[in-house]
């Protein structure tokens, strides 16, 4: 960047992104933050300092070329800036809105230090949306074929990125999906609000214009296994992500009103429930709901409830607002909307009517005690404290595990005690030879940035398998 | 996306659905279903396969039309697109030499388990078939069954073939043979086999049913079609379908199936008008 681009003095406040104010959205299911306009997205780029060794880098687990992509924004050439980004992340537009750049990108940026780290985040996601709808997406040249098959299981961001890096790489690449839409977690977990379906579409229409096959409704495990699948391809990843949900054991868990927020929120994102009866898919209105979890997904499930209609969602965590393991932006957003976090509190059970149905929970309090192996304060019961809260719904946001169908299916594939594939850190090589795996199926449940950095580690190896 | 080879009514309500999927018809075993979307933006729902064809590489399906996606299933005709057919789901009967195997169907069941008849049979079992239903007119499929059964009996509601009564007279049907039965196998709505169970454990007949919850992802995802058996938490999906019939808890199997008797209806307020709806002889349940 040349030196006149730069203003004289630095601005200090990093450029807020414009929202729909929460009395408003919280009646409809439009994005939350609109995103910044050109203006606002070169005002940003120009508090880059343009470090010359960039620790932004470092904190980012693909190495996107941040003061690269940055400088192009400077000088208003949208086009160069978001080819210089998608060679490092074929996936800008969902991760300039999910992933935690405070812990990652941003909160290595020097400028943090004296207040406030650029947005790196919301300039990533710009110059996402600008390609989207200036319509000039560009194609990068596609290498000769190695006649070289690749299977790809799920199409989540670690499945997407992996073929997204093979097909560039002269290979054949097809990915198997189980649910009728592609996208993994991005499409039925994540809410309209905070992602719009439409650009997880996108970015999965992107691989395919790059030549990657998608299959969807096809379930590997089931409708082929992976031996099968091993003497069609000569290679296969693994990203079947953390799709078994959590309960707690509790009793009266099975009532009807109860849900894992995977039902919750497939229901809504995937069968677009918040549409019916415009669509087919069943939804109960419910008028005062409880979330059990402080996660993203806690927040999401809380969200959307008030979106349909409840009087109040509630936030049941045994922790305190400090421990919330949500980014801060989403407890933010869900208390400007109105969720109510009922912390340091503890459900332990739940009371139903005759006909089955969720009426009460009967919950504990807690206070925090000493750190536990995580680093956090633990919570510890409250003697006597017991209480009973009326809920007509209960969605329990507590966390997922592996999905066992392949493990359980494929013989010499290696598991954790917690039911993670066993791959190696640096390749993503599983226990078996042809097989790679990366995501949540290794690490359990973590971030789509993390998943697109196992994803791109394996395409690598594998690539350097093919070629030998 | 599979196209559609044929649909027809074989008796009220109730349809038959081939459908290509050779993929499908390749790999599956009795028992095992199905999840289709009969429409794009329309609901995921479990459906038993009653046939398959893997030369031909179709799989057929007998529904009953009870709601707003079984009825988009039952508008369509041959060379259609099914949006949505994945699988083969769920584990496949256990099979084996049982000696004398008592099966009891009714409904869509009458179709789905048509295949493990004809698997058992093979398998050298003596083949006892019971088909359930309110009247003659609405059992099916009855010249399949011969075939693959030793002997074939009815139960109707009103009599006009068969027995007459509902699935307690199978205690009669028992009482009456020779031996009772080594096993006892169920498919259908859920008062039959909560009803067959009831029956069956009184005489202590190990009882297999099938069960048919409410259902998404169908691969363990989303989890609601938890159930209990005997204590214990199970996702149908992945776990099942078949339990030990004796170990569900039916009351909370029952409620869970009816969550959303409300909202069907409302749908139906918001449709197009649809063809009357069977809600006899409580198979909605």
């Known amino acids: ?468 | 996306m599979n196209k559609v080879i044929q649909r027809e009514m074989i008796v009220p309500n109730m349809h038959l659905l081939e459908v290509e999927a050779p993929e499908i018809a390749s790999k599956i075993r009795p028992g095992q279903f199905v999840i289709v979307r009969p429409a794009e933006d329309g609901e995921r729902i479990p459906l038993s396969v009653a046939d398959w064809d893997s030369e031909k590489g179709t799989v057929t399906i007998v529904f009953m039309e009870v709601g707003a996606s079984t009825g988009q299933l039952a508008a369509l005709k041959a060379g259609d697109v099914l949006p949505t057919c994945v699988g083969p789901l769920g584990n496949a009967t256990e099979t084996g030499k049982y000696g004398t195997v008592m099966l009891v169907a009714g409904c869509y069941g009458i179709g789905s388990m048509y295949p493990v008849a004809r698997e058992l049979k093979a398998l050298g079992n003596k083949i006892i078939t019971v088909v359930e239903a309110r009247s003659s007119y609405l059992l099916y499929w009855l010249t399949r069954y011969v075939p693959v059964s030793d002997k074939v009996f009815s139960i109707t509601r009103d009599g006009s073939q068969g027995l007459k009564g509902h699935v307690g007279r199978l205690a009669d049907l028992i009482h009456g043979l020779p031996n009772a039965p080594d096993r006892v196998i169920v498919n259908g709505c859920t008062y039959l086999m909560a009803h067959t169970s009831e029956v069956t454990a009184g005489m202590g007949i190990p009882t297999v049913v099938n069960l048919n919850p409410i259902m998404i992802d169908g691969t363990g995802m989303c989890g609601v079609c938890r159930v209990t058996v005997g204590g214990k938490v199970k996702f149908a999906c992945v776990d099942g379908p078949e339990f030990d019939g004796h170990a569900v808890d039916w009351k909370e199997f029952l409620a869970r199936r009816k969550q959303y008797v409300d909202e069907e209806t409302l749908f139906f307020r918001h449709s197009e008008p649809k063809p009357a709806i069977h809600k006899e002889g409580k198979c909605n349940a």
């Open chain 1, 1 to 468: 960047m040349s030196t006149e681009d730069r203003p004289k003095k630095l601005d200090l406040n990093r450029n807020d992104m414009p929202r729909q104010p929460p009395e408003i959205r919280r009646h409809n299911f439009n994005e939350v933050a609109t995103g910044y306009t050109e203006e606002l997205a070169v005002t940003e780029a120009k508090r880059c300092m343009q470090c010359k060794k960039p620790k932004c880098v470092t904190g980012c687990p693909v190495e996107i070329d941040i003061p690269g992509f940055i400088s192009y924004v400077v000088k208003g050439d949208f086009a160069s800036g978001i080819k210089r980004l998608k060679e490092k992340n074929c996936l800008p537009a969902v991760c300039g809105r999910v992933c935690p750049q405070e812990s990652q990108c941003e909160s290595q940026c020097i400028l943090g230090n004296k207040k406030a780290e650029v947005a790196i985040g919301r300039i990533e996601r710009f110059l996402a949306d600008w390609e989207a709808r200036e319509g000039v997406v560009e194609l990068p040249a596609r290498p000769k074929s190695t006649g070289k098959k690749v299977a790809v299981v799920g199409s989540g961001p670690a499945g997407v990125t992996v073929a997204g890096d093979l097909i560039l790489l002269g290979h054949d690449v097809t990915i198997f999906e189980a649910l009728h839409r592609a996208g993994g977690v991005l499409t039925y977990g994540i809410p309209e609000f905070r992602l719009p379906k439409r650009i997880v579409a996108r970015e999965v229409e992107y691989v395919q214009k790059l030549g990657v096959q998608v299959i969807t409704d096809f379930v590997v495990g089931k409708t082929r296994t992976i031996e099968e699948l091993l003497e069609e391809y000569d290679a296969i990843f693994i990203g079947t992500g953390a799709g078994l949900p959590w309960f707690m054991n509790i009793p009266g868990e099975n009532l009807n009103g109860v849900y894992s927020a995977n039902e919750y929120l497939t229901r809504m994102n995937l069968m677009q429930g918040y549409k019916f009866p415009g669509s087919s898919t069943p939804i109960k209105r419910h008028s005062r709901v409880a979330v059990v979890g402080g996660g993203n997904v806690a927040m999401d499930s809380a969200r959307t409830a008030l979106r349909m209609g409840a009087k109040e969602a509630h936030i049941i965590y045994r922790r305190s607002m400090n421990e919330l393991p949500a980014r801060h932006e989403e407890v933010e957003n869900a208390e400007e909307e109105g969720v109510i976090f009922d912390v340091l509190t503890l459900p332990l059970r739940y009371i139903g009517d005759e006909n089955g149905w969720i009426q009460e929970i009967e919950c504990l309090k807690m206070e925090l005690g000493e750190p536990d192996a995580s680093g956090r304060r633990s919570p510890v019961e409250v003697k006597d404290s017991n209480f009973i809260a009326k809920f007509d719904a209960v969605v329990c946001a507590i966390g997922n595990s592996p999905n066992p169908l392949i493990p359980s299916t494929t013989s010499g594939l290696e598991i954790t005690k917690r039911g993670t594939l066993v791959a190696d850190a640096e390749t993503g090589k599983t226990t078996r030879d042809r097989i790679w795996a990366g995501g949540d199926i290794v690490t359990g449940a973590a971030t789509v940035i993390l998943a697109m950095g196992a994803g791109r580690k394996a395409a690598r190896s594998i690539h350097q398998f093919l070629s030998n």
